[in-house]
């Protein structure tokens, strides 16, 4: 049996390039274990490192409040009285217990905080796990479902004797948005709060470049990325299948678990990140694409004002949501963009329609016109202009292309690439 953690599912490339302003010493970094995981708290121009203690103090109150492992926690209260009576609960977990609520709904019925009940019985967080028999699953499944938490006010109560509600799946993220208010109050103004994979930006890096944030390889070792998102200010979750989990005969079980099945969500999926303004939506989103899968999973992230993701399947395919493919770059070559399964390329020169390829399938092509050469490339799901002699040798200088609708125009040669279908 074995059985690893991940500290960090992102890693924060905390290049110090040339001619950047910021020394070694306007930076001050904090780690410290909580939540189960590792916390780094890196601060860019800010020289009072007494502000590490407080952030560390809020994590430490909320997961007092919000951690069901905690005694006197309040999922820990809503279970001893489970079945039998109100209980009086925090502004938090009421509004946890909403937003729970609103994932639930939109995932239809996947991501479910009663799951408390299903992930004591794998065993995976807590323990070294356990494969369940029939009979356990069908007694623990039976307690999962979140139509049966009633709210009212600032009660809350359990409706069966035996759920137990666990916020595994989006009390990080809340947390992470509690710790970058609070550094934002004492004045913080660049930063990176990296909460075992929950990553939390504050601005961007001084000087206004934005951070460079390594999205973890789920088939790496630790620290090993598949990209890198350049960004600012924003939140970055993920979820993913190798972070906690035991091996059972051969196969392995881990701890996101479909609520219908009994079973660890196995849809091909390996890893999902989201990027959102706040992290409790990202933490949220990213366990219900997850349980989601590829295709529903996407829907939602696009359905999502202000949400973006970067999807890893089994087949180290990666598929990233709408209007996203400037923000990530995919560094590791094992790795390929996985394309709409009918995506093709257009190519149309002068008024006639040269060809039309497979977006998939790798190739080169030579167009030549009167005017000139081109040569365009078709190589993991991308589409360039490697080569024109265009009068003004400019056609080149066209960026990659990879989703329907883009274009390369080469307009001297007259030669138009488009990439078209689903
Ligand atoms: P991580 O905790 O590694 O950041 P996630 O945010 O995806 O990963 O949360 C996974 C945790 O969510 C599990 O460890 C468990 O506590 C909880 N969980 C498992 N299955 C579900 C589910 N179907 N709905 C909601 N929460 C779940
Ligand atoms: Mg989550």
Known sequence: MKRIILA?????????????????????????????TLITITLYGYGDEA??????????????????????????????????????????????????????LLSGGLFDVTIGPLASLWNIRGGSGHYPSKGELDAAMALVNFRDIITDGSEAMLKAGGMEIDFGAIAKGYIADEVKALLIRKGVKSGVINLGGDVVLIGGKPGGE?????????????????????IAEKSLATSGNYERFFMHEGKRYHHIIDPKTGFPADNGLIQVTVITNDAVT??????????LGLEKGMELINNTEGASAIFVTSDKKVR???????????????YLFLQQPGATVKVISGRDTSGIYKLSEDREIIINTGAGKNVVVISGGFVRMSEANCPNGDCTSHKA????????VCLPNKVLIRIEGE
Do not use: M, W
């Open 320 to 334: 990233l949501s709408e209007g996203f493919s400037d923000l990530f770059h995919l560094t590791n070559k094992d």
């Open 401 to 408: 292309i990879n989703k329907t609708g883009q274009q390369i």
């Open 51 to 104: 502000v590490f203690n407080d952030a560390f103090d809020e994590i430490e109150r909320l997961e007092g409040l919000l951690s069901r492992a905690r005694p006197g926690s309040d999922p820990d209260k809503l279970a001893k009285d489970a079945g039998g009576s109100f209980v009086s609960v925090s502004a938090e977990t009421i509004f946890l217990l909403e937003e729970s609520r609103k994932y639930s």
């Open 210 to 230: 934005n951070f460079r944030i390594g999205v973890q390889d789920p088939l790496g070792a630790a620290g090993e990325y598949i990209g890198v998102v350049e």
């Open 282 to 291: 990202g933490d949220a989103l990213s366990t219900s694409a997850f349980l």
């Open 8 to 36: 960090c599912a992102l890693l924060t490339l905390l290049f110090c390039g040339c001619g950047e302003k910021a020394g070694q010493s306007d930076i001050i970094t904090a780690d410290n274990f909580q939540l189960d």
